[in-house]
């Protein structure tokens, strides 16, 4: 079957125009390094200059709520159901921060997305979360005074599948609002998060991320979310920060977190899907994610439009995208940390859809790059199986746990190779550690791998 397309060779391109990026937010757990080290200096330099931290700090605690004040009847943020829904913006509200926050972190690097803080499950004060050399170094740079998990509790995934079960919009906006899933990590955390200021503290925007998620796995089944106001504080068309006025959002019109391009990857796997390409806020759209992108179901690039997708792994395009007449989309498989930089362009002089499978993979993915140790472990992300190289050692064992700590499988080898580990499939999907020990202990390889 005929792609109405011209698909150029694999080659090195240098774009001469600064791309801002819509995004793909995943969990922190399946960011690369040099994401991490990207979106830590985001943070700091976002307090440079104008303050956008101490802005919306600001703002969040000037407005949080003004129920048990002598003019209830004044627009906040927070707390106004069950009895208020003509007032409630909470959940849109914060959507518009987290935009706001990433298109301003997306002018110092394009490839940030904010990730998010799945608190239901990572729940540990030894999380690599508040490792110091991502969250946990904010405490004392920035005076945040953190007291993690010595007030209250965080919530748990019996709480998330209830309000997943909620059918009426406010009273799941209300619950979750006020219960473990929301206010939970803001009290657990301590320092700045339980109070009206909690922006001032950089986990608040994995934290708000977390919970914009939540928002949009329950709209993706109920459908119904509303809301009686059409405006919101300070995205009402009237507020200035660093002298620009920020534009009016409606909140029934970004029910949808499609509506800023924002879509959720989880488990190694990002769904594109039911979104047209506009480039209302940039030039060219793209979206980023290490591992797979499938792009699917009534994903639309229309003519004159330009998207970007990146992956270090896998790009599918499969059916049901299309890429209209006049359009440009780039493929690009981003192997910079091991070995080249791929970039398919699809530049289309025709109308196409409901494509066969098409799918762009990486070196990484069929052969992981070898380590200093000459040690290979691959595929990733693995289903079933694990193929390992052993070369440069003769004896040892392989050892996997999750994230959790627990150790999920172990096997000793000698004068071997090569392994394959086999019976994986029962494993949960999710991250996982992987470490090649010799016999005196020491680790040879530690490597981060993703279960599909």
Same mark, same amino acid.
């Given at each position: ?17 600064? &791309?801002?990026?819509? =995004? ?9 390094? #040099? ?6 200096? #985001? ?105 993690? /998990?010595?007030?209250?509790?965080? /919530? ?10 909620? =059918?009426?919009?406010?009273?799941? =906006? ?8 929301? #206010? ?108 797979? *992108? ?38 690009? &498989? ?29 070196? *990484? ?22 193929? &390992? ?20 499988? =172990? ?31 020491? *680790? ?9």
């Amino acid at each position: 079957m005929k792609l109405f397309c011209k698909i150029l060779a694999l080659q090195l391109l240098f774009f001469t125009q600064f &791309i801002f990026s819509q =995004s793909i937010r995943k969990n922190y757990t399946e960011m690369t390094q #040099a994401e991490r080290d990207a979106l830590v200096n #985001a943070f700091y330099q976002l307090r440079n200059g104008p303050d956008l931290i101490d802005d919306l700090a600001t703002f969040h605690s000037d407005f949080f709520s003004f129920d048990n004040t002598s003019d209830p009847t004044r627009l906040d943020i927070h707390f106004n159901l069950p009895d208020e829904a003509e007032r409630d913006i909470f959940f849109a509200w914060h959507r518009a921060q987290m935009f706001e926050v990433e298109q301003a972190m997306q002018d110092i690097d394009p490839n940030i997305s904010i990730p998010y803080w799945n608190s239901i499950v990572d729940q540990s004060v030894n999380s690599p979360l508040w490792d110091e050399n991502f969250m946990g170094q904010f405490d004392d740079d920035w005076s945040l005074n953190r007291n993690l /998990g010595a007030n209250g509790q965080l /919530g748990t995934v019996t709480e998330y599948n209830t309000l997943m079960g909620t =059918s009426d919009y406010l009273i799941f =906006s209300n619950d979750a609002e006020r219960g473990n899933i929301h #206010a939970g990590p803001h009290r657990w955390t301590g320092g700045f998060m339980p109070t009206t200021a909690s922006p001032r503290d950089p986990i608040f925007y994995l934290h708000h991320t977390f919970i914009d998620k939540v928002w949009a796995d329950w709209e993706e089944i109920h459908q119904n979310s509303s809301f009686i106001l059409t405006s919101m504080l300070r995205y009402d068309g009237t507020y200035v920060f660093d002298g620009e006025a920020l534009p009016l959002v409606n909140p029934n019109d970004i029910t949808d977190p499609r509506a800023f391009g924002v879509f959720y990857a989880e488990d190694g796997l990002a769904v594109l899907d039911n979104y047209t390409v506009s480039n209302t806020y940039n030039d060219i759209e793209n979206f980023y994610y290490q591992f797979l *992108i499938e792009v699917r179901d009534n994903f639309v690039v229309p003519s004159n439009t330009n998207c970007q997708i990146t992956s270090v792994n896998e790009v599918a395009l499969l059916p049901g995208f299309v890429a209209e007449s006049g359009s440009e989309l780039q493929i690009r &498989i981003d192997n910079t940390q091991s070995r080249s930089l791929n970039n398919p362009i699809v530049r289309n002089t025709k109308k196409f859809g409901d494509l066969p499978s098409l799918r762009l993979v990486s070196d *990484i993915l069929k052969n992981e790059p070898k380590s200093n140790s000459g040690i290979e472990v691959f595929p990733v992300p693995f289903k079933e199986s694990l193929n &390992i190289n052993l070369e440069s050692v003769s004896s040892g064992t392989i050892m996997m746990f999750n994230l959790a700590g627990q150790m999920v499988r =172990s096997k000793e080898f000698k004068n071997t190779k090569s392994l394959h580990i086999r019976g994986l499939g029962n494993l949960a999907t999710g991250s996982y550690i992987l470490n090649v020990v010799n016999e005196s202990g020491m *680790i040879l390889h530690k490597v981060q791998l993703i279960k599909s």
